[in-house]
């Protein structure tokens, strides 16, 4: 049998936490265990309105990472039905006839530079510093990733991301 304990400073952190929700006049009720208290990223493919890429091998790749979602996260995993997060990229471009490394970080030397407001459908997205994490800008602000373990391969806005790095056009 397994049993949950919480932490006192875990709790006492959480007490204080609701303390100041509470003084602010927002109330709170109680979460089920499988609640979710973010916004679900969609894996839904009839949700996602990504704009057209600029190039036949950028649609292919984007064509290709959204056909991918709902699909598992698994650490290493380059697919067809489980992806790490540069797993899910190769895999895409791959599609396309274009070969990248393997891992973000040697992806997020591939390619071209691009400046944030100069994003396109199929450009490379990557997180941290160094770099850790790599999404596939689908337009619109929003993305096509593998996240973690637990987290379906999903469309997000870049912005849910902590860490912003860069950005590269590898096509």
């Known amino acids: 049998m397994t049993t949950l304990r919480t932490s006192t400073r875990h709790r006492s952190l959480r007490a204080a936490g609701l303390a100041v929700l509470t003084g602010a006049g927002i109330a709170l009720s109680p979460l089920t265990a499988s609640a979710s208290t973010t ?8 949700v996602v309105a990504p704009l057209p890429a600029p190039t036949a091998a950028a649609q292919v790749a984007v064509d290709t990472a959204l056909a991918q979602l709902g699909d598992s996260y698994g650490w290493g995993a380059t697919g067809p039905d489980v992806f790490d ?5 190769t895999f895409a471009y791959q599609a396309a006839g274009v070969q990248l490394p393997r891992t973000s970080r ?5 390619g071209v530079h691009v ?4 994003l396109q459908p199929g450009d490379l997205v990557f997180f941290y510093d160094p770099v850790g994490h790599v999404g596939m800008y689908i337009g619109n602000g929003q993305m096509v990733h593998s996240s973690t373990y637990g987290q379906p391969v ?11 790095n860069t950005a590269r056009r590898v096509v």
């Not at 040697?106 to 591939?110: D, E, F, G, H, M």
């Open 39 to 46: 916004t679900p990223p969609i894996t839904d493919p009839t």
């Open 85 to 89: 997060c540069s797993g899910l990229t």
């Open 106 to 110: 040697a992806q997020s030397t591939a």
């Open 115 to 118: 400046d944030r407001a100069n």
């Open 154 to 164: 999903a469309v997000v806005p870049v912005d849910a991301v902590w860490g912003y």
